[in-house]
Nanobody, 115 residues
Framework: QVQLVESGGGLVQPGGSLRLSCAASGINISLYTMHWYRQGPENQRELFAN???????NYLDAVKGRFTVSRDNAKNTMYLQMNDLKPETTAVYYC?????????WGQGTQVTVSS
């Protein structure tokens, strides 16, 4: 059974930083493209970052230069380092991956950016 478990969210002031984790079980994340999504209070769920099986990464322009995706294969965990956080980045953050027949999501972790 595949499980993705996000952690690391919380309340942070504007300009602050957080590191989110996505711990996986049941799959070897080094073999998959892993995704980070977020969903704000009145928004659709939005894909904003990927890390591919070869380690390459891709980001939405809105987060490029401030967010960094990485992966620890030994821990089977993906990370999202978020710097210079802004109030508009308040959202529930989800990790995700898919194969040909299934689509796996974590439960999400809340990030709130507020003074």
């Amino acid at each position: 059974q595949v499980q993705l478990v996000e952690s690391g969210g919380g309340l942070v002031q504007p300009g602050g930083s957080l590191r989110l984790s996505c711990a996986a079980s049941g799959i070897n994340i080094s073999l998959y493209t892993m995704h980070w999504y977020r969903q704000g209070p009145e928004n659709q769920r939005e894909l904003f970052a990927n890390i591919f099986s070869d380690g390459a990464t891709n980001y939405l322009d809105a987060v490029k230069g401030r967010f960094t995706v990485s992966r620890d294969n030994a821990k089977n965990t993906m990370y999202l380092q978020m710097n210079d956080l802004k109030p508009e980045t308040t959202a529930v953050y989800y990790c995700n991956t898919v194969n040909r027949t299934q689509n796996w999501w974590g439960q999400g972790t809340q990030v709130t950016v507020s003074s």
